[in-house]
């Protein structure tokens, strides 16, 4: 589209401006991460690099992290066992009832983080009776990580068209063998993906967390969230928080490498639209 | 084994698809749905006079208290419009960056800036709202900016949610408007062009009605968001809303938390079924 100099000028503006208040918060933390003050004061005074070492030293943030990579293996786990069966089943097969899983795999993300955790809380509390623990908030987390495991790999199903299976088939070979030398290793990157992005979703969940975590479990967000209030010990949050920001680019950049050609140009469809899903997630 | 298994399925599609769903139907409808249904059935029951436990009789009493008392009225409309204050200011901001990603930035930028979106989508959620508190602080970088022109920043309080909330959600508002851009062809604007539309024109007499289901789809994903939400809020304001009700009601009262989250999931059903209506689904 052809636009005059001054309406693209100002298109040019605002998004530079929209870029920039997306990005600034994210710099402000960088910075307070190395302020020698012990309160957030802006300009900080001064830069160190000292908190570094008392954050990693700190017992509490340490064993929190160990809790949520355990908390966010387990989950991933399960999601990417349940998503990709589920996105098998739709993807390959005609049965009744096919367009309601996607509904019901979207789910736990489309509605409010507060319902979800209500609801599990009140069903292991009142209804099981069993007490909350750490494989309370593994059945949380795996609950609405399924979907972007489904949604990347579906994607990818569709993308690779079952004629392949059905030549496999037609040279003898069994359904097992098809499914282990020729579906699987098409949906290969796209459940690689799926996991990473799983992964990246549990580890920052807080919502749903402080509703399925025992009195004993701590996980990294949580930990974060009760020091907010402990005022010494803000330059270490100020540290654990860039921390975190650092581990969820990885998976995330990882991930839309391995399914960037899923919908050609358009992010839109394919890997963009499963990573675009979580956002029923996070909380 | 595998290839015992394998040959008991073969040519039975039914029992193929049965193996395939038993798990995640199974984690999904008797887990999750059946959780949903007990918080139902949670939100009728009631709290013992003397004991202050949960007792499961069944009484309408909590939504008496929902529906009597004005503080819950007045705070979920407070949240409602909140949450539809963000909507909209994010389909504001996420409009303009789409359209530059999906129509004017040449294509080595344009793989680069959908990075730059998705990266702070998926980067945490706490962390985000964190930022915001330090810098709307009284000492933050709001006032510093400000304080030489004689002004000062909104403190904490419900314009400080709907900054924070319209920020943590932005992406989610411009990664689905930004594919529904791409899929407008270029053909059509030139088009529009040829026949002499202004730019503003062809934006509101082309894009915007191509554009508007991609915009209710990325709109469920914000409005849901804020609608649950009780970290953020509870971070940089001292006012109530829906989420940081429930949440301080669930250790001490937990039938009435539990009647309380029927109102945003009745607000979300109506939500989803005009979301549908605008065709959004198939940009979600």
Partial sequence: ?283 | MGRRLADLFHGRPRLQVGALLAGPVGWLVVGYLGSLAILLAASFWTLGELSGEVERTFTTANFETLFSEGVFRTVTLRTVLIAALVTVTDAMLALPLAFFMAKVARRRWKGLLVVAVLVPLWSSYLVKAYAWRTILSEDGIFNWVLDPIGLSGPGYGNVAVWLVMSYIWLPFMIIPVYAGLERIPDSVLAASDDLGAKPWRTFRSVIWPLVFPAVVAGSIFTFSLTLGDYIAPSLVSSNQFIGTVIYSNITNNLPLAAAYTTVPIAIMIVYLLLARRFGAFEHV
């Fill in chain 1, 1 to 283: 589209m052809r636009l005059s100099r001054r309406a693209e000028l100002l298109l040019r503006a605002a998004s530079a401006v929209t870029l920039a208040f997306i990005y600034i918060p994210l710099v402000v933390i960088f910075v307070y991460a190395f302020n020698t003050s012990r309160v957030l004061e802006w300009p900080p005074p001064g830069l160190t690099t000292s908190w570094i070492g008392e954050a990693i030293d700190n017992s509490g943030a340490r064993d929190a992290f160990f809790t949520s990579l355990e908390v966010a293996a387990v989950a991933t786990l399960v999601a990417l066992i349940l998503g990709a069966l589920a996105s098998l089943a739709v993807a390959r097969f005609r049965f009744f009832g096919r367009e309601t899983i996607s509904f019901l795999v979207v789910l736990p993300i489309a509605l409010p983080g507060i319902v979800t955790g209500v609801a599990l809380n009140t069903t292991f509390t009142q209804f099981l009776g069993v007490g909350l623990g750490l494989w309370t908030i593994v059945i949380g987390h795996a609950t609405f990580c399924i979907v972007v495991v489904y949604n990347n790999a579906v994607a990818r199903l569709r993308r690779v068209s079952g004629s392949l299976e059905e030549a496999s088939a037609d040279l003898g070979a069994t359904p097992w063998m098809t499914f282990r030398r020729v579906t699987l290793p098409s949906m290969q990157t796209a459940l690689v993906a799926g996991g990473l992005l799983a992964f990246g979703l549990s580890f920052d969940e807080i919502i749903v967390t402080t509703f399925t975590a025992g009195a004993g479990e701590q996980t990294l967000p949580l930990w974060i969230f009760t020091n907010f209030s402990r005022p010494n010990q803000l330059p270490i949050v100020n540290v654990v928080a860039v921390f975190v920001i650092l581990l969820s680019i990885i998976p995330v950049y990882m991930a839309h490498k391995l399914t960037r050609e899923e919908g050609g140009a358009s992010p839109g469809r394919g890997g963009g639209t499963a990573v675009a899903a979580e956002g029923t997630a996070i909380p």
